[in-house]
Structure formats: structure tokens, C-alpha cells
């Protein structure tokens, strides 16, 4: 089944604990992209990825770091957490100009 | 900053009429997608419009696509209270795929 595996899907951590959300997809695709969602503010991203080793920043990359070492996988990391990082995060992969496909979602609290 | 605005922000109708949502974006797009999120879950892709298209329909799903004022519509039919969800508009920009602020349609039974 093609899809995108988030985890953990629920997360409370305190202020400064590093922690890492995993995302894979299994779809082969190339571009892979994070977001966040908060109330009323929509869906913002934080980083993509168009390919393996190339990542770029994107509209709240502040205090959020990310890696692609291969296809499938797009961590997002954070290395120091606060309580204005508590969201709704979203991973989703696609074909370059193509659908996205998202994953579950992770409820990140951070007090 | 995003590519698409939506209007209306929110939007609460009768189980039965039509739910029409508006999407404006700023730069040129090879395509316009609308994607569907249930309370806290993922988005789940609706249906995609190229940009030499002008309309296109998926079941009670319709969209139009204005180039010239770069804004498109999703019209839903018939709407049942299963459609209560947001829905956003998404496009390619710059190598990224941006959403909208999304609208969120509440079916009243």
C-alpha cells in the first residue's frame, strides 16, 4: 500500500530536549516536505526535499533541521524545542509537480 | 508566504445545497490541486487541474480554473454532512508545493 509513515504520532517533551520525527515514504518519490499546522494560520512549510542530499528552506525553517540521506526517509529535528513548536506537523512526499501524499500527522507538545 | 488565499474562510450550509470555495494564487502554476483534511488528520488529494484546462469534474466534485485571474473554484454538490471538512487549494511554486489557508465547510443535517 502506498503511503507515508509518520512517528511518533503523539509526542510531549519538555523545553530543550532534542527529539527527531521520522517520515518514510514508499513510493519512490522525490520531493518530500514538512509542514506545520497551527489554528488559523494554515498549513506552513518548514523544509522540502526535491531529492536525496538537497533540501531547501521554507517559510518557518527557524529552529527545525532536516536531512536526506535517502530517498525514502525525511527526518525533521529538533534540537532544542520550545513551547512555540508546539503544533500539528505533517509530512507528505510526491512526484515533482505531481499529488502529495501525506502522512498521519504528529501532535508535538512541548512544555 | 503563500501562494493561495481562500475564500471563504469558513462556510456552514444545509446537508443538500452546493459548497463553492474559492482559491486565488499569485505566480504562474503548471497546476492547481485541492486536497481534503478531516479534524487533525492528513490531507487527502480531491482532485488536480492543469493549467490548460478550464474545468474539470470527480463525482459530485467540480473545479474551474481561471488562468487569466489566477483563481480557481471547487464546487461540491449535493453535500452531505460526511463533507464537513477543510479544504485547501495547493500549487507548485518555485519547486515547492504550497497550500492555501484552506476553508472550513461545516454540513449542517
Known amino acids: 500500500e502506498a503511503q507515508v509513515t509518520q512517528n511518533p504520532r503523539y509526542l510531549i517533551t519538555v523545553t530543550g530536549k532534542k527529539l527527531t520525527v521520522t517520515c518514510s515514504q514508499n513510493m519512490n518519490h522525490e520531493y518530500m516536505s514538512w509542514y506545520r499546522q497551527d489554528p488559523g494560520l494554515g498549513l506552513r512549510q518548514i523544509y522540502y526535499?526535491?531529492?536525496?542530499?538537497?533540501?531547501d528552506k521554507g517559510d518557518v525553517p527557524e529552529g527545525y533541521k532536516v536531512s536526506r540521506k535517502e530517498k525514502r526517509n525525511f527526518p525533521l529535528i529538533l534540537e532544542s524545542p520550545s513551547p512555540n513548536q508546539t503544533s500539528l506537523y505533517f509530512c507528505?512526499?510526491?512526484?515533482?509537480?505531481?499529488?502529495?501524499?501525506f502522512g498521519q500527522g504528529t501532535r508535538l507538545t512541548v512544555v | 508566504s503563500q501562494q493561495g488565499e481562500e475564500d471563504p474562510q469558513a462556510l456552514s450550509i444545509q446537508e443538500g445545497e452546493n459548497a463553492t470555495m474559492n482559491c486565488s494564487y499569485k505566480?504562474?502554476?503548471?497546476?492547481l490541486q485541492w486536497y481534503r483534511q478531516n479534524s487533525g488528520r492528513g490531507l487527502v488529494h480531491l482532485i488536480l487541474i492543469r493549467s490548460n484546462e478550464r474545468e474539470k469534474h470527480s463525482g459530485r466534485l467540480r473545479v474551474t480554473l481561471d488562468t487569466s485571474k489566477k483563481s480557481s473554484s471547487l464546487l461540491i454538490t449535493a453535500s452531505r454532512a460526511a463533507d464537513t471538512a477543510s479544504y485547501f487549494c495547493a500549487s507548485w511554486g518555485a519547486q515547492k508545493l504550497v497550500f492555501g489557508q484552506g476553508t472550513r465547510l461545516t454540513i449542517n443535517p
Open positions: 507528505a512526499s510526491s512526484l515533482t509537480g505531481a499529488e502529495a501524499f
Open positions: 505566480t504562474s502554476i503548471n497546476n
Open positions: 526535499s526535491m531529492n536525496v542530499e538537497v533540501t
